[in-house]
């Protein structure tokens, strides 16, 4: 329905998919080869964001550990497969190892499956990555689990790079904000745990309201209770937050956010999130006046520069034309939604190194609301007709970026949007409609979100880095919808 980029193109530091596939071949057969001989073995309109903006990719303090997760290790992904020093027989008796045998790989960096690939896992690592028919000693059988992953399609964890952890999401999901702290926390648990269940495995919250934390006390933005409570945690995933959202004077999407006047009361507003312990900061570009930033170009510019002085990073919402402009050319981070960019602010974005995070599901959703609910801003013809033109123009918006060679990553905007937090997949199918390829849409949803936030772990499959993969049915690199049908999360 919407045109596709050209194949040809590539994004900046992005091979095209015919040389990332040639590539990821050369490297698999020689992984091959390797093993053989060393083992013989992702109203209406003002409605939008109650999801004051987004931040960016989350950043952890200098010199602090990082936050949730794992520790940083070496990287290489199959595509990039450097053979990792796995001795044959090296399982141990009693140690927890899985080996998946004969499943097709996704790895969102070329346009093709690798099949039948096997992978060891071992301790929460993988241990290696092989052509099924030239697997590695899996050593010892003793606590070795044998999955046979034929039929399913081995997938890295996803990165939710647009989310708000104490937000339910659905109809209502600006009210939900309002609910009690108690609440709200409890949110974010089952959040947690639907998002894992569903392949995404880094969250990045890009808001939250402040309150008194129930378990820690802190009266703060309550994502970051949350985040801190889940580090080192393998049964929620790992965060980074940005604490409230910073809004311009006058305007206040949801209940408790941070406004800043001017230039001062906005480096003052973002310092104090970071002293709260934010990992990234938020600022929210629509205004009073939605076709008006509510700062200049030098107020965002100085925030910038005070954040990124911080160690930290800084993101900004962006629902509207003039807010992408000053945010693009104040070089933040990345712009979230980024619902009416145009050619000039596209190319701002690339010369300024400013990421997209799209986030097109949100106007599917409450296309879907038309019919499962009787409220008028989704249910007339009247309200479908501002929906449909909104979502056209936001597509639009991610083929200018895309085009431009602005790197796209993805999220939900769950709890700050209409979605649910086990919906990512629906963004996938949602910039494969816009006319990203198949391959990119994955990519945007799993290490394109790892660059957007430093952790050269996340989204990615590689041989000594952790067992954060999915299996689904189907091939998600030709079709999307192939992500819903989860099977089990490693
Ligand atoms: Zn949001």
Same mark, same amino acid.
């Given at each position: 329905?919407?045109?596709?980029?050209?194949?040809?193109?590539?994004?900046?530091?992005?091979?095209?998919?015919?040389?990332?596939?040639?590539?990821t071949r050369r490297r698999?057969?020689?992984?091959?080869?390797?093993?053989?001989?060393?083992?013989?073995?992702?109203?209406?309109?003002?409605?939008?964001?109650?999801?004051?903006?987004?931040?960016?990719?989350?950043?952890?303090?200098?010199?602090?550990?990082?936050?949730?997760?794992?520790?940083?290790?070496?990287?290489?992904?199959?595509?990039?497969?450097?053979?990792v020093p796995v001795s044959?027989?090296?399982?141990?008796?009693?140690? =927890?190892?899985?080996?998946?045998?004969?499943?097709?790989?996704?790895?969102?960096?070329?346009?093709? &499956?690798?099949?039948?690939?096997?992978?060891?896992?071992?301790?929460?690592?993988?241990?290696?990555?092989?052509?099924?028919?030239?697997?590695?000693?899996?050593?010892? =059988?003793?606590?070795?689990?044998?999955?046979?992953?034929?039929?399913?399609?081995?997938?890295?964890?996803? $990165?939710?790079?647009?989310?708000?952890? *104490?937000?339910?999401?659905?109809?209502?999901?600006?009210?939900?904000?309002?609910?009690?702290?108690?609440?709200?926390?409890? *949110?974010?648990?089952?959040?947690?745990?639907?998002?894992?269940?569903? %392949?995404?495995?880094?969250?990045?919250? $890009?808001?939250?309201?402040?309150?008194?934390?129930?378990?820690?006390? =802190?009266?703060?933005?309550?994502? &970051?209770?949350?985040?801190?409570?889940?580090?080192?945690?393998?049964?929620?995933?790992?965060?980074?937050?940005?604490?409230?959202?910073?809004?311009?004077?006058?305007?206040?999407?949801?209940?408790?956010?941070?406004?800043?006047?001017? %230039?001062?009361?906005?480096?003052?507003?973002?310092?104090?999130?970071?002293?709260? %312990?934010?990992?990234?900061?938020?600022?929210?570009?629509?205004?009073?006046?939605?076709?008006?930033?509510?700062?200049?170009?030098?107020?965002?510019?100085?925030?910038?520069?005070?954040?990124?002085?911080?160690?930290?990073?800084?993101?900004?919402?962006?629902?509207?034309?003039?807010?992408?402009?000053?945010?693009?050319?104040?070089?933040?981070?990345?712009?979230?939604?980024?619902?009416?960019?145009?050619?000039?602010?596209?190319?701002?974005?690339?010369?300024? %190194?400013?990421?997209?995070?799209?986030?097109?599901?949100?106007?599917?959703?409450?296309? *879907?609301?038309?019919?499962?609910?009787?409220?008028?801003?989704?249910?007339?013809?009247?309200?479908?007709?501002?929906?449909?033109?909104?979502?056209?123009?936001?597509?639009?918006?991610? /083929?200018?970026?895309? /085009?431009?060679?602005?790197?796209?990553?993805?999220?939900?905007d769950f709890g700050g949007?209409?979605?649910?937090?086990?919906?990512?997949?629906?963004?996938?199918?949602? &910039?494969?409609?816009?006319?990203?390829?198949?391959?990119?849409?994955?990519?945007?949803?799993?290490?394109?979100?790892?660059?957007?936030?430093?952790?050269?772990?996340?989204?990615?499959?590689?041989?000594?880095?952790?067992?954060?993969?999915?299996?689904?049915?189907?091939?998600?690199?030709?079709?999307?919808?192939?992500?819903?049908?989860?099977?089990?999360?490693?």
């Amino acid at each position: 329905m919407v045109t596709a980029p050209g194949p040809e193109r590539s994004d900046a530091g992005q091979q095209t998919p015919a040389a990332q596939g040639s590539m990821t071949r050369r490297r698999f057969l020689a992984v091959s080869t390797v093993s053989a001989v060393a083992t013989a073995c992702a109203g209406p309109l003002r409605v939008l964001s109650p999801s004051p903006g987004s931040p960016s990719p989350g950043s952890v303090p200098p010199g602090s550990v990082s936050p949730a997760g794992p520790a940083s290790s070496p990287s290489a992904s199959l595509s990039g497969a450097s053979v990792v020093p796995v001795s044959p027989g090296v399982g141990r008796a009693g140690s =927890r190892r899985t080996l998946y045998r004969r499943g097709a790989l996704a790895d969102g960096r070329s346009p093709q &499956l690798e099949l039948p690939v096997s992978i060891l896992v071992e301790e929460g690592r993988i241990a290696w990555i092989r052509p099924a028919d030239a697997e590695e000693d899996p050593g010892t =059988r003793d606590g070795l689990e044998i999955v046979d992953a034929s039929g399913a399609t081995f997938v890295p964890a996803m $990165v939710d790079c647009h989310s708000h952890l *104490t937000g339910p999401g659905g109809a209502h999901w600006i009210e939900r904000f309002s609910d009690p702290p108690e609440q709200l926390v409890a *949110t974010a648990e089952h959040n947690g745990s639907i998002a894992l269940a569903s %392949g995404v495995r880094w969250i990045r919250d $890009v808001g939250s309201p402040s309150g008194v934390d129930p378990v820690d006390g =802190r009266d703060r933005a309550l994502s &970051l209770g949350v985040r801190d409570r889940w580090r080192g945690r393998r049964d929620r995933p790992y965060v980074r937050a940005a604490g409230n959202w910073i809004f311009g004077g006058g305007i206040s999407v949801v209940a408790h956010g941070v406004q800043a006047s001017n %230039g001062d009361e906005l480096v003052a507003a973002a310092m104090g999130q970071l002293d709260d %312990g934010a990992d990234l900061v938020k600022l929210y570009l629509d205004g009073p006046d939605p076709a008006r930033s509510p700062w200049s170009v030098d107020e965002v510019r100085r925030v910038v520069e005070a954040v990124h002085g911080r160690g930290a990073r800084i993101t900004a919402h962006s629902g509207r034309l003039d807010g992408a402009r000053v945010g693009a050319e104040a070089a933040v981070d990345s712009l979230e939604h980024g619902f009416e960019l145009d050619e000039d602010v596209a190319r701002a974005m690339l010369t300024n %190194g400013v990421r997209l995070i799209s986030t097109l599901a949100v106007m599917r959703s409450w296309l *879907t609301f038309g019919r499962t609910t009787d409220l008028e801003r989704f249910a007339t013809p009247a309200g479908e007709t501002v929906i449909r033109d909104r979502l056209a123009r936001a597509e639009e918006s991610v /083929r200018l970026a895309h /085009r431009a060679g602005v790197p796209v990553s993805t999220g939900t905007d769950f709890g700050g949007g209409s979605l649910r937090a086990n919906q990512l997949a629906w963004e996938v199918e949602s &910039l494969v409609a816009a006319g990203l390829e198949p391959w990119e849409a994955l990519a945007a949803a799993t290490w394109r979100g790892g660059e957007l936030l430093g952790e050269a772990d996340a989204g990615t499959i590689r041989e000594g880095g952790p067992a954060d993969f999915f299996l689904v049915h189907g091939d998600p690199l030709s079709e999307p919808a192939a992500l819903w049908r989860v099977w089990r999360v490693a």
